[in-house]
C-alpha cells in the first residue's frame, strides 16, 4: 500500500470490490486514487470532494465492466446502509460514479433494458453515445428501425424518451412510443414508487 492511508469511503469502495474479485491487485498512488488490476484489466478509483469539503464523490473508471459483471452495482448504491455507514460518517453522503453514470442511473438503465426485452425480441440495444451522471442517450434497434433512447433519472421520477430519424414509418413510432410508456411505468414502479 505504499504507506498511503486512503479516504474512507475510497478505502471501504476498494474494500468491496476486493470482497467480490478474487486475488485483485490494490495499488494506491495517493490517498485519493487507487488502481485495482483484476489480470490484464485494470479498475481505476478516485475520491473527490465537493466545494464543502465534507460530501465525497467515488469515480469509477472500469472500462470491461468488472462491477457489473460481480453484480457490485446494487452494494455501491447502498453504501450509505449498513453497519460501515453508521461507524464511517463520510459514507452517509457519499456518491459513486462509475463510467461516469451516478450508480443508481446505470442500475436503472439495466432494468430499462430489461423491461424492454420483456416487451419484445425485437429490441436490440446498439450502443451508448452520450453518458452524463443522471441521463444515459443510447441508439436502439426495432426490427430494422434504428432509433434514440434517452434514460433520465431524476429525484421523484425516470424519463424514457424516443427519438427517430424522419423517415420512420408511423405506425412503427407509434409501437415504440407506446412500449417506452410502458417500459417507463414499470421503471418508476421498481425504482421510484413510496420516494
Given amino acids: 500500500m505504499n504507506n498511503i492511508t486512503p479516504y474512507p469511503v475510497l478505502a471501504y469502495v476498494v474494500d468491496l470490490i476486493k470482497g467480490a474479485v478474487a486475488d485483485i491487485k490494490i495499488e494506491y498512488t495517493a490517498a ?4 485495482l488490476k483484476d489480470g490484464n484489466d485494470t479498475i481505476h478509483i478516485e475520491q473527490r470532494f465537493d466545494e464543502t469539503g465534507k460530501i465525497a464523490t467515488i469515480f469509477i473508471k472500469d472500462p470491461k465492466d468488472i462491477i457489473f459483471s460481480e453484480d457490485l ?18 459514507l452517509q453522503q457519499a456518491k459513486v460514479i462509475i463510467n461516469d453514470l451516478y450508480v443508481e442511473t446505470d442500475i436503472i438503465f439495466q432494468a430499462v ?3 424492454f426485452d420483456e416487451v419484445s425480441s425485437s429490441y436490440e440495444f446498439g450502443k451508448t453515445v452520450e453518458k452524463e451522471p ?4 443510447n441508439t436502439y434497434k426495432f426490427g430494422s428501425n ?6 433520465i433519472n431524476e429525484a421523484d421520477q425516470i424519463i424514457v424518451k424516443t427519438g427517430f430519424t424522419a423517415t420512420t414509418d ?3 413510432k407509434k409501437i415504440i412510443e407506446n ?9 418508476n414502479k421498481m425504482f421510484k414508487a413510496g420516494k
Fill in 113 to 115: 433494458k430489461d423491461c
Fill in 134 to 137: 443522471n441521463v444515459t442517450k
Fill in 73 to 90: 452495482l446494487p452494494v455501491l448504491n447502498d453504501i450509505q446502509k449498513g453497519a460501515a455507514a453508521k461507524s464511517t460518517p463520510e
Fill in 170 to 172: 408511423d405506425a412503427v
Fill in 32 to 35: 485519493d486514487t487507487v488502481t
Fill in 146 to 151: 434504428f432509433f434514440g433512447l434517452t434514460v
Fill in 179 to 187: 412500449d417506452a410508456v410502458k417500459v417507463q411505468k414499470a421503471v
